[in-house]
């Protein structure tokens, strides 16, 4: 597949079937999501794959009720991806000082941009995907028992497509770029 044949065609899964995930389909798309650029090269993303039934259901409970995907996490999708942030890594100097005026979340960039690899790839190998954002992420992290210095940044269901939602509309270039000053056609 083209790359943007890929980009275009990614669309937010939210049913699945139960078929599994092959091994190495899985492989290729952590490894995607581990070559992607980060503040200093810190890689500061973590990725816990979730596949235990009783750990799904519980994070699915971290999701408000209204929440689309909460079946996806606890009984659709075989795998489930957690993806975590090692907090004081990125946006920091290699001395430890936060040096980004950004503030000191400069980690959310840096694993978006892993997890944009991910889903990427496992869509050019027939795989769905949904980002999962709405969910309280200290429960999730006391759940997947993290350690005081990692945050759970996504939560991201993984198989085959049950059903495929239709191309939503894009914005315009015209709409969203602008030339030397913001508003400027």
């Known amino acids: 597949m083209e790359l943007l044949e890929v980009i275009r065609g990614r669309r937010s899964i939210r049913k699945y079937k139960p078929t599994p995930v092959k091994d190495e389909d899985l492989n290729a798309i952590l490894e995607a999501a581990r070559w992607a650029p980060s503040w200093r090269n810190s890689q500061c993303w973590r990725f816990i794959l979730v596949r235990d039934p009783e750990l799904r259901a519980r994070l699915a409970e971290t999701l408000p ?48 941009l892993a997890l944009q690899n991910m889903v990427l790839m496992a869509h050019s190998l027939g795989l769905g995907t949904v980002h999962v954002g709405r969910f309280d992420a200290e429960k999730a992290a006391h759940i997947l028992e993290l350690p005081e210095n990692v945050v759970v ?5 993984l198989g085959y497509a049950d059903e495929v939602p239709a191309m939503r509309p894009r914005k315009e270039l015209s709409d969203i770029v602008f030339h030397d000053k913001y508003g400027h056609a």
């Open 65 to 112: 009720e209204a929440n689309m995907a909460q079946p996806a996490i606890k009984e659709q999708a075989p795998v489930v991806i957690v993806a975590c942030a090692e907090l004081g890594k990125s946006g920091y100097s290699s001395k430890g000082q936060e040096v980004t005026n950004k503030g000191g979340w400069w980690y959310m960039f840096d694993t978006a």
């Open 153 to 157: 940044v996504e939560i991201i269901p």
